[in-house]
């Protein structure tokens, strides 16, 4: 995790998520936008900035296994 950086152009975001049942996919949120969605391991995104206003922006991975059960990273 990367405090408080200055982000331009395409951002690779990525996130390694681990259960006892499979992981069927991760999200990807600035605040509670939905970035995109990855279903294969490395679980990965490219955020392009330019669309977006600047500004600050909280960036979260939110991972559900198999049975539907999910965890969101530290923002």
Do not use: C
Request: hydrophobic content about 50%; overall charge negative; proline content about 4%.
């Amino acid at each position: 995790m990367v405090a408080q950086a200055t982000l331009f152009g395409a951002v690779p975001l990525s996130a390694a998520a681990l259960d006892n049942f499979a992981i069927a996919h991760v999200e990807f949120y600035a605040g509670a936008t939905l970035l995109g969605t990855d279903t294969a391991s490395p679980f990965s995104f490219s955020w392009d900035t330019r669309a977006v206003v600047n500004g600050a922006y909280q960036l979260t991975a939110k991972a559900y296994d198999t049975v539907r059960q999910s965890a969101t990273s530290p923002g």
